[in-house]
């Protein structure tokens, strides 16, 4: 199994930055697809952004294009989503999603293993 640890999130003003880290730990694999996802409350899951461990390859939701960057630490076996110019719209649970395989996946009905989350809130 994966285990997957958020960290990063809290109560921020519109505007400012913040970095979501998601440790992973157990059977991970270079073979792996991950993502970021968010919920709010009343809301379905909603895809956030996704990389291929392996090539680094990147994919993001139209709603965050140019605001958050998705990255991997392959030495450290972290995930991380930076993100800035954060919005009130922003607020949400983010959590982090994995899957073996080599494409990006936006759906989060494909992933196999999800963290607890992280609640990142933007005030206006």
């Known amino acids: 199994q994966v285990r997957l640890v958020e960290s990063g999130g809290g109560l921020v003003q519109a505007g400012v930055s913040l970095r979501l880290s998601c440790a992973a730990s157990?059977?991970?694999?270079?073979?792996?697809?991950m993502g970021w996802f968010r919920q709010a409350p009343g809301k379905e899951r909603e895809f956030v952004a996704a990389?291929?461990?392996?090539?680094?390859?990147?994919y993001y939701a139209d709603s965050v294009k140019g605001r958050f960057t998705i990255s991997r630490d392959n030495a450290k076996n972290t995930l991380y989503l930076q993100m800035n110019s954060l919005k009130p719209e922003d607020t949400a649970v983010y959590y982090c999603a994995a899957r073996l395989g080599y494409s990006v996946y936006v759906a989060a009905g494909v992933y196999d293993y999800w963290g607890q989350g992280t609640q990142v809130t933007v005030s206006s």
């Open positions: 157990g059977r991970t694999a270079s073979s792996y697809v």
């Open positions: 990389i291929s461990w392996i090539s680094g390859s990147t």
